[in-house]
């Protein structure tokens, strides 16, 4: 018989170790008020001012004549489609966001949404990141979505808890040193 079909033995690894923690219910799409106005701007400028601009150049290269060799045309549908296509995104994105203000948290030592955390690994290397939305997390600027196994980890925790992070391959500890929130 093939090994494929034979049945694994459960006490061989205490699988409970290498999970993270569950996602948060409701599937909601939490953001910043920083984010969510970052999300709309970014509509408006592609509403009133880049799709209008787009528009125009592809009106005026279709009134040149041979649309098949035509780049203008060519790039500027293109283009348009791009924009319409990120449109959509953004507008649906931005129907389903919760705006969840992290300044009503300030002063408290548990993480919740927003917060800045300072932690330290088990190999000593310190770190700071912010708990941000999805659509607003920017690793490069020590952003990371409240979805990513790191914020799973450290979300509910306090100052001081010493907690268990799973990570492919490997679980490793973290230390959570400080934890702050914007001012109100």
Request: hydrophobic residues 40%; charged residues 30%.
């Amino acid at each position: 018989m093939s090994k494929a079909f034979t049945k694994e033995s459960d006490d061989s690894n205490n699988d409970d170790e290498l999970q993270l923690p569950p996602l948060p219910p409701g599937g909601k799409n939490y953001i910043t008020p920083q984010g969510f106005a970052t999300l709309r701007a970014e509509l408006r400028e592609l509403v009133e001012v880049e799709r209008p601009k787009i528009v125009e150049a592809v009106h005026w290269a279709a009134k040149n004549g041979d649309r098949s060799e035509n780049g203008d045309y060519l790039y500027g549908k293109k283009r348009l489609r791009e924009i319409d296509r990120r449109i959509r995104f953004l507008i649906k994105r931005l129907e389903i966001a919760v705006v969840a203000d992290p300044a009503v948290h300030h002063g408290h030592t548990q993480i919740f949404f927003g917060a800045t955390v300072t932690y330290v690994d088990d190999e000593g290397v310190e770190r700071s990141v912010k708990i941000v939305g999805i659509d607003e997390a920017n690793s490069a600027a020590g952003e990371v979505s409240w979805v990513s196994p790191i914020a799973r980890t450290l979300l509910k925790a306090y100052e001081g808890d010493v907690l268990k992070l799973v990570m492919p391959g490997r679980v490793s500890e973290v230390e959570v040193l400080k934890v702050s929130y914007p001012a109100p």
